[in-house]
């Protein structure tokens, strides 16, 4: 008898095939453009190139902190005041600021021009909604109904792709009365020690 479940693989995501490759480009690159500064500019001019983004990108990081910080605790006194917190248009909060500071910390001439573009007003707001827009249409194509349903169908499926779906029957017996002993004494040895 058959359950309807395939044994063939499940092909890999693109994203899961690419991503190793584009990440290792990356560093690649990277390390291309370091050594031709490095080559026209000299070895010094590429260490204050790297340490004043590594400086630049903490102190956007710790920017980003705080104004997150303020941003969470003026949520807090509007809830304890009855009033609902203010909604935020994508790119107005502080995870793409961090993401830019984050970026500029990695050492690379690249990931640090992708940082300084991030922390433009403009740049992050486009990113900021293709994000939101992308997020959004990849939870309600994945379980067909948003958050929740992605949730219900992430918690039902193994992961070997079979669905195990059920429910929890109880006999109802008499409990046993004090001092009994045997498999119905209702006591359990705990299951790991």
């Known amino acids: ?5 395939s044994t063939a693989p499940r ?3 693109a994203a899961r095939t690419f991503l190793p490759l584009a990440v290792a480009a990356w560093f690649i690159l990277e390390i291309w453009l370091l050594s031709l500064v490095a ?13 004043g983004g590594m400086l630049l990108g903490g102190v956007v990081i710790k920017r980003a902190g705080r104004r997150a910080f303020r941003n969470l605790t003026a949520s807090f006194q509007q809830a304890q005041q009855g009033r609902a917190p ?8 502080n995870a793409l600021i961090m993401l830019a500071g984050l970026l500029l910390i990695l050492p690379g001439l690249l990931s640090d021009a992708v940082g300084l ?13 293709r994000f939101a827009r992308t997020l959004e249409r990849s939870m309600t194509s994945a379980a067909g109904g ?4 992605a949730y219900q169908q992430a918690r039902i499926h193994q992961p070997d792709g079979k669905v195990v779906q059920g429910e929890v029957v109880r006999e109802d017996r008499p409990q046993p009365g004090p ?9 359990r040895p705990p299951l790991a020690s």
């Open 11 to 13: 092909r890999r995501s």
């Open 86 to 93: 203010a909604e935020r248009q994508p790119g107005q909060g």
């Open 39 to 51: 080559g026209a500019a000299g070895g010094f001019t590429v260490a204050l190139l790297i340490l």
């Open 117 to 129: 573009l991030l922390l433009l007003p403009p740049v992050r707001a486009l990113a900021g909604r």
């Open 1 to 5: 008898m058959t359950t309807g479940t």
């Open 179 to 187: 001092g009994a002993s045997g498999p119905d004494s209702g006591y």
């Open 146 to 149: 948003g958050f929740g349903a």
